[in-house]
């Protein structure tokens, strides 16, 4: 769900981990054991995980905070050639339903539709009672 942490973990048995999203396979982390410990790069892919991702170097588990729907799609771990694990990521905003000026436009819409309810449904209890009274007018004359 939008705003939630995720964490992914495919275990951290080899040398190094590298982690990388979207079909186009860029890096945002990795793990090695040869010179640097552990890293995220914030600034691929327009910055879209700034302050987003942490990297366990023990585990090699990716946590991404504060998830939208722009961090959707694959994310694929590569662990020291040995095993590829793919996880496919799918984020549900349940409170976003439209901007500003479509939030009025459907406010709007279902005022008219309540009041045209409203206005059929005295017209037809109206036009009940005009012929109800008409029927007795004939009755009596008759």
């Excluded at 973990?9 to 054991?33: H, Q």
């Excluded at 009025?104 to 005295?122: E, F, H, K």
Aim: overall charge negative; charged content about 25%.
């Amino acid at each position: 769900m939008e705003g939630e942490s995720v964490s992914l973990s495919c275990g951290r048995d080899g040398e190094w981990i590298l982690w990388k999203f979207g079909d186009e396979e860029t890096l945002i982390a990795g793990i090695e054991d040869y010179g640097w410990s552990a890293g995220v790069f914030v600034d691929v892919l327009d910055g879209r995980f700034t302050d987003r991702l942490k990297l366990d170097s023990k585990t090699g588990t990716l946590t991404i905070s504060n998830i939208r729907a722009e961090h959707a799609g694959d994310y694929r771990c590569y662990e020291s050639f040995r095993s590829l694990t793919v996880f496919r990521v799918s984020v549900y905003d349940p409170g976003h339903c439209c901007g500003p000026t479509e939030l009025v436009i459907r406010l709007v819409l279902a005022a008219l539709v309540g009041v045209a309810t409203v206005l059929l449904v005295v017209y037809y209890v109206r036009s009940g009672r005009v012929e109800r009274g008409r029927t007795r007018v004939r009755d009596s004359q008759t």
